[in-house]
């Protein structure tokens, strides 16, 4: 999976900035119908049987975890919060996936200096886990408190 994720990468950077631009619009056109969290029951229970199988896991229906995204220098009074720990300018993206490494949840607005426990405690997914929308849990490093 991460080497077809780094060859579509290239070469997409290869593109004109004009084509990169339809390609990402083209993807994030349709983000909503394929990035989505278990919608029923059904599904919800069939993620935690993967994840039970996969390492034991009881009840979990994703795993989370932030990558940061290298983006060019950005300018201005807000530059010093795009510099993530690596010293690099990026933005920190949170994703959850599912047994199988389905994308079910994408988060990508946070600068680079954001820690993943902040995105995560701000986040639409995290509100909708307290409020029961979901039966599991999620697993994580220990960049997410309990």
């Known amino acids: 999976m991460y080497k077809t994720m ?3 990468y290239t070469a997409l950077a290869r593109l004109p900035l004009t084509a990169f ?14 990035i989505k969290m278990p919608e029923s029951l059904i599904e919800e229970e069939a993620n935690m049987k993967s ?3 996969i390492k034991n896991f009881p009840n979990v229906i994703g795993a989370i975890d932030c990558t940061h ?3 060019k220098k950005v300018g201005g009074d807000i530059t010093q919060y795009y510099i993530n720990g690596k010293g690099y300018y990026s933005l920190n993206v949170q994703v959850v996936c599912d047994a199988n490494l389905k994308i079910c949840n994408v988060v990508a607005r946070w600068r680079g200096n954001t820690h993943d426990c902040r995105i995560f405690d701000e986040s639409i997914f995290k509100q909708q886990l307290e409020a029961g929308k979901f039966k599991g849990r999620l697993v994580g490093d220990s960049g997410y408190k309990l």
């Open 6 to 8: 780094q060859v579509i």
């Open 21 to 34: 631009a339809l390609v990402a619009s083209a993807l994030a056109k349709h983000a909503a119908t394929v």
């Open 51 to 53: 994840f039970k199988r």
């Open 69 to 71: 995204i290298k983006i």
